[in-house]
């Protein structure tokens, strides 16, 4: 039973072991360890960094938006403004244009009415020359002279009248 | 029959069982854990080709647990061992 | 110039390949005329151990076992202090190899147990256990050196009296793992380490309530189940070591002694052993796990 025997060389593999552990400690796991803390440290003041790089960041976005807002106040104020004063004018453009127009239409109408008299003047003079003619041509035969005016001139009061 | 050659017999029945039982816990006590190797390593090759970006973990997952599923063909190899040589 | 830049055999490595060529083919002719010569003179000792002293087990000792962990502890520890000592922030190969190995074992700990008060020390029992497990499976797989052959007679009075035969390179170095004696006390150091772990973790009403967890009637089943981790825990390392030892063994009768084989043949060597050595820090880890979590 050879293979299955167990006596003190399991007290000196067990005593090697702990011997193997405490060299290994000092020599492998300590410089280990210190470099994982130093790493895990590094790697926590960088997150540290970044939160304040990320608080700061959201402070100037946060400025940033606000003056946005204020710009953007303004310049509504200011279209509005522009806007006012922009009716004004076209308001004030349209009165102007319509009293202009009123203006030359009625001098319009005014000559109008003047040419339509000169016109129906002129028609009445013309109208009656050629009634005189007319008639002198028709009444040339039949009446004398004397006649012929008496009756004209009937003719023409009637006209008148 | 004088009493060495009695003895002889009794000696060569013996070395015969060792042998023959040895052999027999060898032979048998290796059939399970060649089918559960590879049973593993047949679903670990269904994996990595399900997910060959897998490959790695998986191929180590693999070794532990054939490792793992060899551990009564040893058992066997150890009752061989005992039967062979410490019997 | 580009022949200066191609890879080519120097003259020193030459003539070192030749000399090394040489004392090969010597040595093996020497075993060949000198080594046992049918397969039972050498394979019936297999078993045999070479133990000093009688009487109750704390008299007896394993001499080769004690022996070659002393070897294995000085590689060890030869390769720690040439780490340690050009120790620095940009590493060299030997520490990033270091580093590495102890970052992949971080990484199995620190992922079954969270907790950094334990996954610490865990860590250090792991790795240390992976260190002297890898080193003497490769010295007892791979590397051919003295073997020991022991034949054991029966004196008058029934004492064993065992005859020490030293034999230069018939087989690989005797390795500890291949003795039980280590393997069992470092699987029974890993179950009191767990339960001690446990008991500080979930505190002492809490542990052995933990014996009687579904139902009181599994009290008996649980006891078992514990006892049984480190016998299966010890033996499947053993019985790889002693199998592949054995197996080497033969290979090299059945070659003459030319111990080539055990060093290409390194399935028993390198990866069977180099997968023990995993699979019993692993199982380490995950016992101290089950115990804490």
Known sequence: MDLFEINLTSVVQLLSFIFLLWMLKKLLYKPFFSMMDERKKRVEGDLAEAENVRKRAEELEKMAQNELKEARAKSDQIVAIANNRAEEIIEEAKQKAQREAEKVLSTAQLEIERQKQEALAQVQSVATELAISLVIKVLKGTLDEKAKREYLINVLKEYEK | MDQESTKLIADAIIIAGKAIGAGFCMGIGAISPGIGEGNIGAHAMDSIARQPELANSITTRMLIADAVAETTGIYALLIAFLILFAL | ??????????????????????????????????????????????????????????????????????????????????????????????????????????????????????????????????????????????????SVDVTKTLAENGEIIRNVKFILFSDTWFAPTADLNTNLTYALMVLVISHYFGIKAKGFKAWLKSFIEPVPFLLPLNIIGELAKPISHSMRLFGNITGGGVLVLALSYFVKYMFLPPVLWGYFGIFSGLIQAFVFSTLTVAYISAQVG
């Open chain 3, 1 to 146: 110039m580009p022949e200066k830049k191609r890879r080519r055999i120097s003259k020193k490595t030459k003539i070192q390949l030749t000399v090394f060529l040489i004392v090969y083919v010597t040595i093996g002719i020497i075993n060949v005329q000198y080594l046992p010569k049918s397969p039972s003179d050498i394979l019936g000792n297999v078993a045999n151990r070479w133990i000093v002293g009688t009487g109750p087990w704390y008299l007896r000792i394993n001499p080769m076992t004690i022996i070659m962990s002393l070897v294995v502890l000085a590689v060890i520890i030869w390769f720690a202090i040439s780490v340690h000592k050009e120790y620095s922030l940009i590493p060299t190969r030997k520490q990033a190899f270091a580093e590495s190995l102890m970052d992949f074992v971080y990484d199995i700990v620190q992922s079954s147990i969270p907790d950094e008060r334990f996954a610490r020390s865990t860590f250090m029992i792991a790795t240390t256990l992976f260190l002297y497990i890898v080193v003497s499976n490769l010295l007892g797989g791979v590397i051919p050196g003295i």
